[in-house]
Nanobody, 121 residues
């Protein structure tokens, strides 16, 4: 089993910054893509940003220029630097990863438990 543990959420004023982290642990052979999704109350979960093992990135239009995703492959960790935060960024942010398990060589897709980000004055 592969576990993802997020950290770094919280309350921030509009225009402020937060940095989310997500560490993967367990029996891991390799991780392909890692990403961040978010879900606001009453809305569907949406992709915020994703990054491949080679460093290719993809962002939602609403966060381009404000958010930056990065990863440390040696630590199996992905980060999301969020700048110029807006009230509409308020949501629960979930980490996601897919890859190959080390014990069985089966594919896996794992989700974190979510971390709350609230942007409010």
């Amino acid at each position: 089993q592969v576990q993802l543990v997020e950290s770094g959420g919280g309350l921030v004023q509009p225009g402020g910054s937060l940095r989310l982290s997500c560490a993967a642990s367990g029996s891991i052979f390799s991780i392909n893509a890692m990403g961040w999704y978010r879900q606001a109350p009453g809305k569907q979960r949406e992709l915020v940003a994703a990054i491949t093992s080679g460093g290719s990135t993809n962002y939602a239009e609403s966060v381009k220029g404000r958010f930056t995703i990065s990863r440390d492959n040696a630590k199996n960790t992905v980060y999301l630097q969020m700048n110029s935060l807006k009230p509409e960024d308020t949501a629960v942010y979930y980490c996601n990863a897919d890859g190959v398990r080390g014990d069985s060589m089966d594919l896996f897709v794992s989700w974190g438990q979510g971390t709350q980000v609230t942007v409010s004055s």
